[in-house]
């Protein structure tokens, strides 16, 4: 029993070398792992580009934070402010230039000063300065659109809500 299972082993292991001979020989054992051709290709990292980063954080938030305001939503406002300072942070860190624009320098540069007048006037619960520092935030949005040479994004301050399922209104204590 013992020498039949060995000879069957030994003559087994030769035709394995055979195939695997031929192989080596057509090139075939060089690629080895290479997925069959039907398979999908190996998932790669998802890396959003300027213009997805603007539609997907930027433009949500800036919408949020002026529904906020229109509410007198003052503790929302503060959230969603701080919300948006970390979304224009992302741009920078993922995006530092976009084309010959350098977005790291304009980033900050352009929207700083109304940032910080929000800020200010969420803190104060002042609806008439955050409507003006609100209109110059939107302004620096158009304004950057403009260098970049995209005229033709134009953002507005907006008048309705396009989150049905999100309530603007302060909460009552
Ligand atoms: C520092 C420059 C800069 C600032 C500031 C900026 N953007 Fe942009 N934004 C761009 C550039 C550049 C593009 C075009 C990116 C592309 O085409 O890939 C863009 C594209 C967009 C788009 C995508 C257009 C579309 O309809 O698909 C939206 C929306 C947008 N921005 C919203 C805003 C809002 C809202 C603000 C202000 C809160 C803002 N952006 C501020 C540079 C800026």
Redesign the pocket.
Known sequence: MFPKLLSFALVSGAITLAIFGSGLGSGQAQTPAAPPASSSPAPQVYRP???????MT??P???K?GLAGLEKNWVYAAYELHE?QE??DR?VKV?PV??K?N?AE??P???KEPMEALAEAIKAGDAAKFTAAYAR??E??????H????PF?V?QVPKTSPFPDQDFRPVKP
């Open positions: 580009g300027l213009g997805d980063l603007m539609t930027v433009q938030r800036h919408t934070l948006l979304a224009f741009v995006v976009y084309r624009t977005i304009l980033m540069a352009t929207t935030l939107t620096t949005c158009n304004a950057c659109h260098s970049t040479e995209r994004v953002i």
